[in-house]
């Protein structure tokens, strides 16, 4: 029995369905051109194979896979600012599904067709919660989980000279549903800034003081990450997330400086001096705050200038069943 096939049309003709393929070869063998005009039809579609499906063609442990799924695909999207403006940004997008035991994988294109969709949406934590319904609904399993990365804009002034520039942020919207159908959102935040080590300073003015000798107290770029899980329903604009870093901190890395700026920031530098424990607990009090946040979890690293090593610390809020201050991955607070 010929298996059919699709075959190839002139702009004259209107398409058939199928020849046998043996009418579609060449007399020395297979054709070896590449046909633009050939058109797949729906009946031709179902009779492709799908591996994916089969569960004679597991290999290895024929057991469940937790996560499989794509990332780094990229798209722009849209997000709205605090003012309502509206930013399209390059967004690198993550998409995974569990895998049930007995099959052999899942059709990776549907969490990009899925997460098409949508992607004319302004992206909220709400629309987030629904694309991974929906991609778990399109293609199974048990878990889902979705994580857009995205580098986000906020115009800072400088500290006395007026100057404007902008600061970029790296941020990550996710999303996770589980087998009850419960979805949490969380976003994760970086926030770079200086932290001027408080027993360096003391150490700085006592050689001055007892010796009249000049000292520098040493001071380091050092990044915090912020995960936060916002209550259902309530809104946490990126910039509300800024400031929250910013007032808890102070001290943010600056964009546009003059020498009055950079006095400036050498002040303010004096004037917040803190240690690695300090910058989790000065964030940890300023996130508490917000009502609108659920959970958080909370990791700095201060780049040491005095060692070859990096002072690091995390905090969570605490939360029963929440973030468990179990972030181990500080090469990624490099900055």
Known sequence: MHQKTGRSMNTNEKPHLYLHRSDNLPESGLRTDYDPTFIADDVYREELPDLQNSSDAVQGSNVAIQKVGISGFRLPMNYATSA???LNLETCVTGSVSLKAGIKGINMSRIMRTFYTFKDEPVTLALLGDIVKAYRGDIGGMYAEINLRFSYPILQTSLRSGLEGYQYYRVNYQARINPAGRVQTIIAFDFVYSSACPCSAELAEHAR??????????SQRSKARVFVEVHEGEILPIEDLQLHCLNALKTETQVMVKREDEQAFAELNGASIKFVEDAARLLHEQLSRDPRIRDFEIA????????SHNAVSVIAKGVPGGFRADFNDFDQLIC
């Open 300 to 307: 700095c690293a201060h780049l040491e200038s005095l060692h």
């Open 84 to 86: 309502g403006n509206m």
């Open 209 to 218: 003081d007892t010796r009249g000798v000049y000292a520098i107290p040493h």
